[in-house]
């Protein structure tokens, strides 16, 4: 009887090692990565330190062939205008947006979407929280700052800036074009 449950424990073991296995191949985990050699990044933090508007529109500014973006809430103007700027001087602008930016009174959307740019909305989640814009296939922009005046005037809020971290861009290029695929026209 002894051996015969010690062989249902190996057997129990191996049935779960390889169930987690299974599962850990159809979830991809998060895994650490080290910022590429040369890389370099900048910070932002709403209200007690560099202003995250700023940083972001001189980024757009200096943007000068492609410009993706993934916006939980977009209703800064000053962002906005950068933005539809960087579309007039013949940057490639892609825009995608959450829901809730269907039934906000006033949008960014619109605004871009009547500028020529194309927007979509990100319907298959329950929330598309991204706050993210990819510049040039270079550089990166992503954290908690909302493309919003009350993110850079009354909230607390974080941003980051990387570049030159092609792996970086990369995965947020690659998951940009995936929400895309699954959005619908604005």
Same mark, same amino acid.
């Given at each position: 009887?002894?051996?015969? /449950?010690?062989?249902?424990?190996?057997?129990?073991?191996?049935?779960? *090692? &390889?169930? !987690?296995?299974?599962?850990?191949?159809? /979830?991809?985990?998060?895994?650490?990565?080290?910022?590429?050699?040369?890389?370099?990044?900048?910070?932002?933090?709403? #209200?007690?330190? #560099? *202003?995250?508007?700023?940083?972001?529109?001189?980024?757009?500014?200096?943007?000068?062939?492609?410009?993706?973006?993934?916006?939980?809430?977009?209703?800064?103007?000053?962002?906005?205008?950068?933005?539809?700027?960087?579309?007039?001087?013949?940057?490639?602008?892609?825009?995608?947006?959450?829901?809730?930016?269907?039934?906000?009174?006033? /949008?960014?959307?619109? +605004?871009?979407?009547?500028?020529?740019?194309?927007?979509?909305?990100? &319907?298959?989640?329950?929330?598309?929280?991204?706050?993210?814009?990819?510049?040039?296939?270079?550089?990166? +922009?992503?954290?908690?700052?909302? +493309? /919003?005046?009350?993110? !850079?005037?009354?909230?607390? !809020?974080?941003?980051?800036?990387?570049?030159?971290?092609?792996?970086?861009?990369?995965?947020?290029?690659?998951?940009?074009?995936?929400?895309?695929?699954?959005?619908?026209?604005?």
């Amino acid at each position: 009887m002894v051996a015969a /449950t010690g062989l249902a424990a190996v057997a129990q073991a191996r049935t779960t *090692s &390889t169930l !987690e296995r299974l599962a850990d191949a159809l /979830t991809p985990a998060a895994r650490p990565s080290t910022f590429a050699a040369g890389s370099t990044y900048t910070l932002c933090f709403v #209200p007690d330190g #560099p *202003s995250c508007q700023d940083m972001l529109i001189d980024a757009i500014h200096n943007t000068r062939r492609k410009l993706l973006i993934q916006a939980y809430s977009f209703t800064n103007v000053h962002i906005a205008k950068a933005v539809a700027d960087a579309h007039q001087r013949g940057v490639d602008v892609r825009v995608i947006v959450d829901k809730s930016q269907v039934s906000e009174r006033y /949008t960014s959307a619109t +605004f871009l979407k009547n500028a020529g740019i194309p927007v979509v909305i990100d &319907t298959k989640p329950a929330i598309a929280h991204n706050k993210v814009m990819v510049f040039d296939d270079q550089a990166v +922009f992503t954290g908690s700052f909302n +493309f /919003t005046k009350s993110a !850079e005037q009354r909230n607390a !809020e974080n941003g980051m800036l990387i570049r030159g971290d092609a792996a970086v861009v990369r995965a947020y290029t690659e998951n940009w074009r995936t929400r895309f695929e699954q959005s619908s026209a604005y």
